[in-house]
């Protein structure tokens, strides 16, 4: 059974930082593209981070680049999703997402997600 389970949100001031993890399980990790997605009330789920599991490259959506970073750690098939300089616009639920049998980074449909964890950024 495949699950992804995310933690590490919250409420920051902006300027302020978070960190959010999700370890899978259910398939092996470095099989898998992963990402972290965030959705707005009312809005289409965005992407903002990628990462290719088994070359370690990334890549990231325009709004957050130079701010966010994504990692990983294989042995504990663990991503993470560190998050600096926070901005109210930052806003949202995220989620970490997973697409099987892929390789590199990926920005389409993902088939599996995270139940979200939801960060808040006050002004």
């Known amino acids: 059974q495949v699950q992804l389970v995310e933690s590490g949100g919250g409420s920051v001031q902006a300027g302020g930082s978070l960190r959010l993890s999700c370890t899978v399980s259910?398939?092996?990790?470095?099989?898998?593209?992963m990402g972290w997605l965030r959705q707005t009330p009312g809005k289409e789920r965005e992407g903002v981070a990628f990462i290719d599991t088994r070359g370690g490259n990334t890549d990231y959506a325009d709004s957050v680049k130079g701010r966010f970073t994504i990692s990983q750690d294989k042995v504990k098939a663990t991503v993470y999703l560190q998050m600096n300089s926070l901005k109210p616009e930052d806003t949202a639920m995220y989620y970490c997402?997973?697409?099987?049998?892929?390789?590199?980074?990926?920005?389409?449909?993902?088939?599996?997600w995270g139940q979200g964890t939801q960060v808040t950024v006050s002004s």
């Open positions: 259910g398939f092996t990790y470095t099989s898998a593209c």
């Open positions: 997402a997973a697409h099987l049998l892929c390789l590199g980074l990926f920005r389409g449909k993902y088939d599996y």
